[in-house]
């Protein structure tokens, strides 16, 4: 296994530290840490973003909806360049630490908050940072109320949006933090890969339970991000809330240092992701050429021409899996959206005599424990189960495990449209302005059934995506996993939109009216459910016909 270029700290050029002394679980565990430090960090701001945009921020519903989704893809797509950067130059180390440097330092100025509450104590202000400041602490600036546009709407609300300046601020530094996590993602994942040898038959084995409880790690960080942070966001201050995420990820930096010693790094060569694949091709056409041309060694070319000839072809046979998952990532867009919109409109107390309101984005925790007890029950129950039945290692193949959690998807889309349908009736009974005689409790199944196939799809596309690439480009393998989730997010934003223009001519109602009484999320559900299964028969059909890499390997 090789990491694009030489990485800081080896012993010497080429070489890779000897394995008893590096890598393995004890290295892993550093760079989990890392990982989990900046999930805290990214789900900080995702995942209440579309609160702060339709409250503080005056967007419309579906103007909000579709801005967290092209921030949420373009999140998701960098890491293409990400992935390039660190496999044909910087190496996944250097871009690891190069990415969280500027997670913490004044590119992400929302981490600068705690200075200026300190700041204001010591001079003797008491007020504390409040909604109108925005994401970064840095807009609390520009945030006033008379920096705000106001303006009546239609029905004589008053709405309020903030000054150019602050929402120009704002989204230079929310684009920053894409950029990142951006280094993050593709790198992180492959260098905790990395530190199992594929060779080794027991380190081959942990490789795979590595991405398991990777995600089971990651998983556990956004839920508790989701639960605690949009409480703080909504009843304390935004700029706490934004802030205190990017001190997670100052000590995941400290942590990760420190494991440094311990890692296993590998020279690829000097042979970077994006030039790798291109040197692939031109030299395939020239052993072509050589064959054609009826010169010497005959023998050699011909198995040039088909070892480079199968690496062409096996990155070819990856982009219709990849096409047929895109829908897999508009729908991982909807819980940080229109599934907290949702929650927004409905009784949020605990118990009838309860004054504790439960934050909207505070459901998404339910992603996350949903998915910490079905990684156990994949990793204890089905894959033992499934081993014996199959004679696979795995228990079922990459390919299985991602159509099983396609499948839950609809399921899932079926579930919330029929939520939604029963909000909606209860809504006709509700006063205007008050919130839904329904319990937000009515939303968790669709937020645990999504959990669920995040375990199935999400997993299954990190490992395939990873073990279905050329050893010089695991990187470039990741981020093609991740670019599923940006592509697929500027598909719902591209959705969200046309649908709401739509709807909306000739004097009609949105789908996704800023009154969520008077839209229709459900139907939206269900085109999305109906669009998800006629996806799982095209991914079905490329599926059986796809020719893994690496034959799967069989229980002996």
């Given at each position: ?12 050029a080429g070489a890779?530290?000897r ?23 990214y789900?900080?701001v ?7 945009l339709?409250?503080?921020?005056g967007?419309?519903t ?5 801005a ?21 130059w910087l ?12 997670y ?11 200075v ?22 840095l ?6 109320p ?6 009546s ?14 929402r120009?601020?704002?989204y ?7 950029i990142?996590q ?5 790198c ?17 084995s942990s490789?795979?339970?590595f991405?398991?409880?990777?995600y ?6 956004a ?6 942070m ?28 420190l494991?440094?010693r311990?890692?296993r ?12 694949v ?29 070892e ?22 508009v729908?991982?867009?909807q819980?940080?959206t229109?599934f ?11 118990g009838?005599?309860s ?7 505070a ?6 424990v ?7 029950l ?6 033992p189960?499934?081993r014996?039945a ?10 299985q495990?991602?159509g ?15 939520v939604?349908?029963?909000r ?8 205007p302005?008050?919130?839904v ?27 395939f995506?990873?073990?279905?690439v ?12 991740l ?19 739509v ?24 085109l ?8 799982l ?20």
């Amino acid at each position: 296994m090789a990491s694009g270029s030489t990485d800081p700290l080896l012993p010497r050029a080429g070489a890779a530290r000897r394995r008893p002394a590096t890598g393995g679980w004890r290295s892993a565990l550093f760079i989990i840490w890392v990982e989990v430090a900046e999930r805290f960090a990214y789900y900080g701001v995702s995942s209440n973003l579309i609160s702060y945009l339709t409250g503080p921020f005056g967007e419309t519903t579906a103007a909000a909806a579709a801005a967290v989704n092209a921030w949420s893809g373009a999140a998701s797509m960098l890491p293409l360049l990400g992935a390039a950067v660190a496999d044909s130059w910087l190496g996944r180390y250097r871009t690891i630490v190069a990415s969280s440097v500027l997670y913490i330092t004044p590119g992400s100025c929302s981490f600068q908050w705690p200075v200026v509450i300190m700041l204001n104590t010591f001079s003797g202000v008491r007020g504390r940072i409040r909604h109108g400041l925005g994401l970064l602490a840095l807009s609390s600036t520009f945030s006033s109320p008379q920096s705000q546009q106001c303006s009546s709407s239609g029905d004589g609300r008053q709405v309020c949006r903030s000054s150019s300046v602050q929402r120009a601020f704002f989204y230079v530094s929310l684009y920053l933090v894409a950029i990142a996590q951006s280094g993050h993602k593709p790198c992180v994942q492959a260098f905790g890969a990395d530190q199992f040898d594929a060779t080794d038959p027991g380190e081959s084995s942990s490789r795979s339970t590595f991405f398991n409880w990777w995600y089971l790690g990651l998983c556990a960080s956004a839920t508790v991000t989701a639960a605690v942070m949009s409480y703080v966001q909504d009843n304390v201050g935004w700029g706490l809330g934004f802030g205190v995420p990017g001190m997670v990820m100052l000590l995941g930096l400290l942590v990760f240092l420190l494991g440094t010693r311990t890692y296993r790094f590998y020279d690829g060569g000097g042979s970077g992701a994006f030039s790798g694949v291109g040197e692939a091709v031109r030299e395939w056409r020239k052993s072509r050429r050589r064959g054609e041309g009826g010169g010497g060694g005959g023998a050699t070319v011909e198995a040039e021409h088909g070892e480079l000839a199968e690496e062409v072809r096996g990155m070819a046979r990856l982009f219709p899996i990849w096409a047929t998952c895109l829908l897999y990532g508009v729908l991982f867009a909807q819980p940080p959206t229109l599934f907290t919109k949702q929650a927004a409109t409905l009784d949020r107390r605990i118990g009838p005599s309860s004054s504790f309101q439960v934050p909207p984005a505070a459901l998404q925790s339910f992603l996350g424990v949903s998915i910490i007890p079905c990684v156990l029950l994949y990793e204890h129950v089905l894959v033992p189960a499934a081993r014996r039945a199959t004679g696979v290692a795995t228990g079922i193949t990459m390919l299985q495990r991602i159509g099983a959690g396609i499948a839950m998807c609809a399921v899932t889309l079926l579930v919330a449209a029929l939520v939604e349908m029963r909000r909606l009736s209860a809504a006709r009974d509700a006063d205007p302005g008050a919130a839904v005689p329904m319990s937000l409790w009515w939303m968790v199944p669709q937020y645990v059934l999504f959990g669920a196939a995040d375990v199935f799809a999400m997993v299954g596309m990190q490992e395939f995506f990873y073990d279905q690439v050329p050893g010089a480009l695991k990187s470039l393998g990741l981020a093609l996993y991740l670019s599923v989730l940006g592509v697929g997010s500027f598909i719902s934003s591209f959705l969200i939109s046309a649908i709401d223009v739509v709807t909306r001519r000739d004097g009609g109602t949105s789908w996704f009216d800023d009154d969520l009484n008077r839209g229709h999320l459900d139907y939206f559900y269900l085109l999305l459910a109906a669009l998800t299964v006629l996806d799982l028969l095209a991914y079905v059909y490329f599926s059986m016909s796809y020719i893994y890499r690496r034959k799967v390997v069989d229980v002996q």
